[in-house]
């Protein structure tokens, strides 16, 4: 059985090891704007939301949004995901945009590499942006 949920901000303390293994791996491909210590603290005040989805009884993929507040929309952002469930994890996805739209969100966009715009398409997302920059 598939299940992706909320992991609720008051049971931080009960998170699996493996969903920060998971985060570890989406920080790797940062440009080191982020440190594991800050993603946590977010996670735990609550201005960032984890998802972990399980295949069986193992935690296989996590996913770390969070909202942001524009003058005219309300979007919610998928920020960091890892793990080797994506591909199951996908077909849940729809239970974030569910609950984001109940935060009264009107967009969901997701960060990260060049190969989420194959891997989402599927589910009507396509690509909207391309990020670049350099080093100072």
């Given at each position: ?109 997701a960060i990260g590499r060049k190969y989420m ?17 350099r080093e100072l």
């Amino acid at each position: 059985m598939n299940l992706f949920a909320q992991w609720p901000k008051e049971m931080y303390d009960k998170l699996p090891s493996v969903v920060f293994e998971h985060i570890a791996m989406a920080l790797e491909h940062g440009n080191g704007e982020r440190t594991m210590k800050e993603v946590r603290e977010d996670i735990q005040d609550g201005s960032k939301q984890v998802w972990v989805h399980s295949t069986d009884d193992v935690f296989d993929f996590t996913m770390v949004t969070q909202i942001v507040e524009h003058p005219s929309k309300k979007i919610c952002e998928v920020v960091y995901s890892g793990g080797s469930g994506m591909l199951k994890a996908l077909d849940e996805v729809k239970v974030i945009e569910e609950w984001a739209k109940l935060c009264g969100c009107t967009d969901i966009h997701a960060i990260g590499r060049k190969y989420m715009v194959k891997s989402l398409a599927p589910y009507g997302y396509t690509q909207r942006y391309v990020t670049v920059g350099r080093e100072l």
